[in-house]
Every structure is written in structure tokens, then in C-alpha cells.
């Protein structure tokens, strides 16, 4: 499981683009707002300022341009008022920028990608091994933006001979994104990830009699007696790409038999909603397994809670694989309906029985 934050300090790391403490003092003269500080990229998040000793709010009372280091005040800083700036100084980057760079090879990396479970492959899902190939991705996509910036560096000769070669930056990035991308490569084609994984898929028979796939059953050995389970084939080689939905997904994992429980969080007054969940074998199955119980925690026009709770009867015959989604209605509108939350619940068979 990757974390942002994991990944951006991975980033910062590689770039050699790590971040410092800075102190700016200036004095007020009752006229002047604007103030560079010289300092630059300037993040916003630390960012700390007093004036006279009275400490400043954003953007209230002051603004910044982040990559020029520039603070323009609301209103001027009275004469002789001292002026103390404290924050984190980046070398290259803003953390929004580099984060900008993530998302992008993640995007790129897990492109057209489901996991066995056949859901999304997301930042929040990726595998650990795979979050150093996704931190050398993103340290290119940032190298190719200081190459682009070095592009327009011409190199300068003077008349007393001075050569300086101001291009020869350019050129150095250009073989550091060569030797990275080399290395992004190696380590997808070994891992078998990202843009250079070998794409592998099974064939479906088509039964001429019913003009519908023929299901495929994951290998048993002979005595082996338990019931088969069944392998959802991607029929496609590029992957499979999960169909749009405006639900939220959720997967549940639960073992047979146990009680399961979880919370879940609105940012929206649920006042006068019913809230209803099942677990079905399939979409539109007439089979139900179990009907969740709902309660609300809690009630706000920012935020609500509710909970659902399974019992250990509900998951006692629970299928290995099956389906669920959480639906609201209204009480004061009769035609309202909305499903929020949906997913798929994998269930582990229990050992241990009564």
C-alpha cells in the first residue's frame, strides 16, 4: 500500500530536491506591501508570519507567489513594524508540483490495471515492491521539467575569451532522464509492472449452443474435495477497465462466520434519509445472503456518520465472493433514491466450526 506522502519524500529524495528552514526580517515603513524575500519556491503550509509580533493569516491578511518568494501584504506594515517570515524553502519543486508528477505516473503506471480482485489499481492499492519504479517515474516526469527550463539556456561568450556553457545543463539532464528512464524500464521488465509488463491472457471457450463463455474453474488436485471457485477470465490483453460509476467503491473482506462492522463518513446532513444494504450473490440476483444493519452515529451539516454491522449468523453461510452496495431513500420524496457506496465482499472459509 503506498501513501502520498511516502512517495513524495522518495521523490524529493532522488531529485536531491530536500527542503530547508528559512528566517526573512524586514522592516515596515507604512507604504510598502509588497516584499520579495528573495527566497524561492516558498511552501505555503509552514509558512509563518508576524508583524510587529502579531502573527498574520492567509489569505486574509497577505498572499504569496509560492515560486517568486514575493509576499504582497493586505494592508502595509506600519512604520518601524518588524517583519518576521519563518517557513520550509524547496530547492526545485512545490510539494502540489511534485505531487502533480506522482499522480501522472501513477496514471501511467498502473494504466488499463485491475488487481485479482478485479478492482482499479490505485495509489492506495499498489503493491510495495512497486513503489520505487513509481518514485523513478515520477523523478523523470520532474527532470523533464528543469530540462525543458534549461532548454532556453544559450551558452555565453565574451570578448575577453570567457566561455561559460550555460547549454552544458541541458545536455546533463538529458542524459540523467536517459539513464532513469533505462532504469524505470529494467525494473518493470523484472517485476513484470508498469508500461514494459508483458501482457498475458487466457482464452475463453464460446458455447455454440448458447453463444456464451464457457467458465473456466481454478486448478484442483484429485482428492481434493472442496467445491470448485470459479477464475474471472479479462478476456481483454490490454486489462480491463472497470466500468465508470458514480458510487464509491468499497471491497469488503470478511471471514465466515465472524461479526463485521465499519463506519462510514458523509459530508452532507443525513437527516430524513433511510439507509439499506445487502449482500447479493450478483447484481440483481434473487438470492440474498445477508441484509446489514444500519444505525446513525451521527448528524451534521458537514459531516455524518453511519455504521453497518454484520452478525456472526448473517456471514455463517457467506459465499466466497459476492456483491453489496448501501442505497438511501427519502421521506419526504417518494421517487428519490441514490446508491452511494458499492463493492464486492470476499469472504474466507472458516476452519473452526461449531
Not at 498574520?56 to 504582497?72: F, N
Not at 448473517?314 to 453489496?324: E, G, I, K, L
Amino acid at each position: 500500500m503506498a501513501v502520498l506522502s511516502d512517495l513524495l519524500s522518495r521523490v524529493r529524495l532522488e531529485l536531491g530536491d530536500l527542503q530547508k528552514n528559512f528566517t526573512f526580517t524586514a522592516t515596515g515603513d507604512g507604504t510598502t506591501k509588497v516584499f520579495p524575500t528573495g527566497i524561492k519556491p516558498i511552501e505555503l503550509t509552514n509558512l509563518y508570519i508576524t508583524v510587529g509580533g502579531a502573527a498574520k493569516a492567509y489569505p486574509a491578511d497577505y498572499g504569496l507567489e509560492a515560486d517568486t518568494g514575493i509576499i504582497t501584504f493586505t494592508t502595509a506594515p506600519s512604520n518601524a513594524a518588524v517583519i518576521k517570515i519563518t517557513g520550509l524553502q524547496d530547492r526545485y519543486f512545490l510539494d502540489t508540483q511534485l505531487c502533480k508528477f506522482i499522480n501522472d505516473a501513477v496514471t501511467q503506471h498502473t494504466y488499463n490495471r485491475t488487481d485479482a480482485l478485479g478492482s482499479q489499481v490505485t495509489l492506495s492499492t499498489i503493491p510495495p515492491v512497486e513503489e520505487y519504479p513509481v518514485a523513478v517515474l515520477s523523478t523523470i516526469e520532474a527532470l523533464w521539467a528543469l530540462a525543458t527550463d534549461a532548454s532556453f539556456d544559450i551558452d555565453i561568450q565574451a570578448p575577453d575569451g570567457v566561455n561559460i556553457p550555460r547549454s552544458e545543463r541541458y545536455r546533463q539532464l538529458s542524459t540523467i532522464i536517459q539513464q532513469r528512464f533505462e532504469q524505470y524500464k529494467t525494473l518493470c521488465a523484472q517485476l513484470n509492472v508498469g508500461l514494459w509488463r508483458i501482457e498475458m491472457g487466457t482464452l475463453i471457450r464460446v458455447s455454440r449452443t448458447t453463444n456464451k463463455y464457457v467458465p473456466i474453474y481454478i486448478n484442483q488436485e484429485v482428492d481434493d474435495n472442496r467445491r470448485p471457485e470459479r477464475a474471472y477470465i479479462h478476456n481483454d490483453l490490454t486489462g480491463r477497465t472497470p466500468i465508470p460509476t458514480t458510487a464509491q467503491i468499497y471491497d469488503i473482506t470478511l471471514y465466515q462466520g465472524d461479526s463485521w462492522y465499519a463506519e462510514f463518513d458523509f459530508p452532507f446532513d443525513t437527516t430524513g434519509l433511510t439507509f439499506k444494504a445487502q449482500i447479493r450473490t450478483y447484481p440483481n440476483s434473487p438470492s440474498l445472503y445477508a441484509t446489514f444493519a444500519v444505525n446513525t452515529i451521527s448528524t451534521s451539516s458537514t459531516l455524518s456518520k453511519i455504521g453497518l454491522t454484520l452478525t456472526t449468523k448473517d456471514t455463517a453461510y457467506m459465499p466466497v465472493r459476492a456483491f453489496w452496495d448501501l442505497q438511501a431513500t427519502s421521506a419526504n420524496d417518494a421517487n428519490y433514491e441514490q446508491t452511494y457506496i458499492r463493492g464486492q465482499v470476499f469472504t474466507t472459509q472458516q476452519v473452526t466450526l461449531d
